[in-house]
């Protein structure tokens, strides 16, 4: 079953401005990493994020994690139409397991 | 750097047959995972390969349906059997490991997905 709910389920931005995606989740986690896909290929790992780290960044990338309201975001800066992907939110749950449950995804599209 | 690769990338099925997908990685890892990623939906775990043993499945996958095997460290494969059209999905292997697939913090990598369609 899906473990959590990403919002917005769909973005449309103009390139050069900033995109942010929200994801939620229920239980208890180890970690919680961010994948984009585009167009229905392959998963591109983007970034991980323990649960005892509140934001992490990685070039235009921003993630940031509040265990208490089990919510994470992850904001783009900068768009670019080469972002357009779908983005998705997965969590390493407590328990021992590295198995990973989805989210829904963000489909983003940055216009140019 | 190291390399996940599957085979093959896309296949068009009958109905009836089978389809054995084939996931590669180039150097030696600790975990293998089968994804299932249904048209415009999320990814859903089907089993987790286990090396020289049965695959682990998550409720509502079973082994008759989707055997998997390990034979060693780099390689495993999912077979998806007596396809129907709701089989048409998205397939994708993933590894959590060590060497140069190794995260500090235990990222999961994808390899680049089997496009199935069946008719």
């Known amino acids: 079953s899906q473990q959590g709910e990403e919002d917005p389920q769909a973005l449309s931005i103009q390139e050069g401005e900033n995109a942010t995606m929200n994801c939620s989740y229920k239980t208890s986690i180890n970690n919680l990493q961010w994948y984009r896909q585009n167009s229905g290929r392959g998963l591109v790992h983007l970034i991980l994020?323990?649960?005892?780290?509140r934001e992490k960044h990685s070039g235009r990338l921003r993630v940031t994690l509040d265990t208490s309201k089990k919510s994470s975001s992850l904001l783009i800066t900068a768009s670019r139409a080469a972002d357009t992907a779908s983005y998705f939110c997965?969590?390493?749950?407590?328990?021992?397991?590295?198995?990973?449950?989805f989210g829904k995804g963000t489909k983003l599209t940055v216009n140019p | 750097s190291a390399v996940i690769s599957q085979k093959p990338s896309r296949d068009i099925c009958q109905r009836g047959t089978s389809l054995t997908i084939q996931c590669q990685v180039d150097?030696?890892?600790?975990?293998m995972f089968w994804y299932r990623q249904q048209p415009g939906q999320s990814l859903t775990l089907i089993a987790t390969?286990?090396?020289?043993?049965?695959?682990?499945?998550e409720s509502g996958f079973v082994i008759d349906k989707f055997p998997i095997s390990r034979p060693n460290l780099t390689f495993s494969t999912l077979t998806v059997s007596n396809m129907s059209p709701e089989d048409s999905s998205i397939y994708l292997c993933s590894v959590v490991g060590t060497g140069p697939l190794a995260g500090y913090y235990n990222e999961q990598f994808f390899g680049p997905g089997t496009r199935l369609t069946v008719l």
């Open positions: 994020i323990r649960s005892n780290e």
């Open positions: 150097s030696q890892v600790t975990m």
């Open positions: 390969a286990n090396q020289g043993s049965e695959a682990t499945y």
């Open positions: 997965a969590t390493q749950n407590q328990g021992g397991s590295e198995k990973l449950v």
